[in-house]
Nanobody, 123 residues
Framework: QVQLVESGGGLVQAGDSLRLSCAASGGAFSRYNMGWFRQVPGKEREFVAAIAWTGGSTYTADSVKGRFTISRDNAKNTMYLQMNSLKPEDTAVYYC????????????????WGQGTQVTVSS
């Protein structure tokens, strides 16, 4: 059974940076497309970024483009989200997602989910 565990969330000020990590176990991580989503209470879960299993293709939501970077280290079974120039509107629970279908720079439909990590950006 695939398990995804996020870490790296916290409370920061606007303009700061954070790096989220997602450690995967129980599956063939190197063959999984991976991604990040976020959710604010009362709103639908929102796509943030995705990366193909090869690492050769990434797709980032317009709302974070130029500020957030997704990457992966298949040797460590870990995916990352580098978040720079954080804004209060980036405040959310961030979810790691794995497996499923990645449609080249169009969309990502995962099969597995982590439990989420809270990111809070104060103004």
């Amino acid at each position: 059974q695939v398990q995804l565990v996020e870490s790296g969330g916290g409370l920061v000020q606007a303009g700061d940076s954070l790096r989220l990590s997602c450690a995967a176990s129980g599956g063939a991580f190197s063959r999984y497309n991976m991604g990040w989503f976020r959710q604010v209470p009362g709103k639908e879960r929102e796509f943030v970024a995705a990366i193909a299993w090869t690492g050769g293709s990434t797709y980032t939501a317009d709302s974070v483009k130029g500020r957030f970077t997704i990457s992966r280290d298949n040797a460590k079974n870990t995916m990352y989200l580098q978040m720079n120039s954080l804004k209060p509107e980036d405040t959310a629970v961030y979810y790691c997602a794995g497996g499923g279908s990645y449609y080249y720079q169009r969309s990502y439909e995962p099969a597995y989910w982590g439990q989420g990590t809270q990111v809070t950006v104060s103004s």
